[in-house]
């Protein structure tokens, strides 16, 4: 596709329901990776994909958080029994490869509520 | 681990230029990259620095001074639109994931 793409756009779910976050990467882009953005905060890093795998995880918070890529494309992020504090923009990115000094291309991001 | 600084906050004036500086501590540095998000929107790439120096790209430059572990993204001509958040992120040889951001800095462009 043209870009990345993530959806839904706006999830509104209640406490301790589960969740899953989807990410469309750019065609032919072998590297994915998510993001936390808390509101007016950085980007905090969750985990990293090269084709399927996940050579680095060390960012998801808890054992909640757990998140898969297949075919070398969709990527999908998934938080069980949600709790408020996980209110955030999911952010996905992916990048031509993972080496040194690649672009990461950004999709628009999953706004979470937990109610 | 790796730690970037850059201030939370920025004002300036359309027409003027402004600074965000950046400094860094981490091991394996590579480079730093400077990346842009609008309010609601998606963080968009703005420059890269392999190499001590200046790059600049029209109204944006970018700056590293590897020896001070110290960057900066300079704004000329500033516009209403350049309101947004700019995030500094490093880039490193060591581990799987190798692009560390920095918290950001808020613009904001007033008339």
């Known amino acids: 596709g043209a870009g990345v793409s993530q959806s839904p756009s706006n999830k509104v779910t209640e406490k301790g329901k589960d969740v899953e976050l989807r990410c469309d990467p750019i065609s032919g882009h072998t590297a994915l990776y998510w993001y936390r953005q808390r509101l007016g905060q950085g980007l905090e890093f969750l985990i990293y994909f090269q084709g399927n795998s996940a050579p680095d995880k060390s960012g998801l918070p808890s054992d909640r958080f757990s998140a898969e890529r297949t075919g070398e494309s969709v990527s999908t992020l998934t938080i069980q029994r949600t709790q408020q504090e996980d209110s955030a923009v999911y952010l996905c990115?992916?990048?031509?490869?993972?080496?040194?000094?690649?672009?990461?291309?950004f999709g628009a991001g999953t706004r979470l509520s937990v109610l | 681990g790796q730690s970037l600084e850059q201030p939370s906050e920025v004002t300036a004036v359309e027409g003027a230029i402004v600074q965000i500086n950046c400094t860094y501590q981490?091991?394996?540095?590579?480079?730093l990259s400077w990346y842009q998000q609008h309010d609601g929107g998606a963080p968009t790439f703005l420059s890269y620095n392999g190499l001590d120096g200046l790059e600049e790209t029209g109204r944006f430059s970018s700056f590293l001074s590897r020896s001070d572990s110290y960057g900066y993204l300079l704004l000329q001509e500033l516009q209403m639109k350049d309101s947004a958040s700019y995030f500094c992120?490093?880039?490193?040889?060591?581990?799987?994931?190798?692009?560390?951001f920095g918290t950001g800095t808020r613009l904001t462009v007033i008339p």
């Open positions: 981490t091991s394996g540095f590579y480079g």
């Open positions: 992120a490093v880039t490193v040889q060591t581990g799987a994931n190798n692009l560390f």
């Open positions: 990115a992916t990048s031509l490869a993972g080496g040194l000094g690649n672009i990461q291309y």
